[in-house]
């Protein structure tokens, strides 16, 4: 099973930029998806960023043009560069995986699916 671990957090003024990283450790050997998802306090769950190596790269709505995934497959590392934040992206962050068998090439947006989950990392971006 896959552990997962978030850093990057942190309180910013609306508009600033931080960036948020998931190093994966454990099983090496296979295709995971990993994505990004975020909650607020009395809202729902809500997914940011989903890919994997070899596997297309899908954002939600919300983000695109701000939010930027990207990964160093070297070190096991996934990176969600969060630019243009807005007091509504405020919330605790969180990495999470699951080992792919599709053959569609796209990783799920439906946090659902994912069995591995950090810790999260908490976001504050103020007005």
């Known amino acids: 099973q896959v552990r997962l671990m978030e850093s990057g957090g942190g309180s910013v003024q609306s508009g600033g930029s931080l960036r948020l990283s998931c190093t994966a450790s454990?099983?090496?050997?296979?295709?995971?998806?990993m994505g990004w998802f975020r909650q607020a306090p009395g809202k729902e769950r809500q997914g940011v960023a989903t890919?994997?190596?070899?596997?297309?790269?899908s954002y939600a709505h919300f983000v695109v043009g701000r939010f930027i995934l990207s990964q160093d497959n070297s070190k096991n590392t996934m990176f969600l560069q969060m630019n243009s934040l807005k007091p509504e992206d405020t919330g605790m962050y969180f990495c999470?995986?699951?080992?792919?068998?599709?053959?569609?090439?796209?990783?799920?947006?439906?946090?659902?699916?994912?069995?591995?989950w950090g810790q999260g990392t908490q976001v504050t971006v103020s007005s």
């Open positions: 454990g099983d090496n050997g296979a295709t995971y998806c």
């Open positions: 999470a995986a699951y080992r792919y068998h599709g053959q569609s090439g796209m990783c799920a947006t439906d946090g659902n699916f994912y069995t591995a």
């Open positions: 890919s994997g190596k070899g596997l297309e790269t």
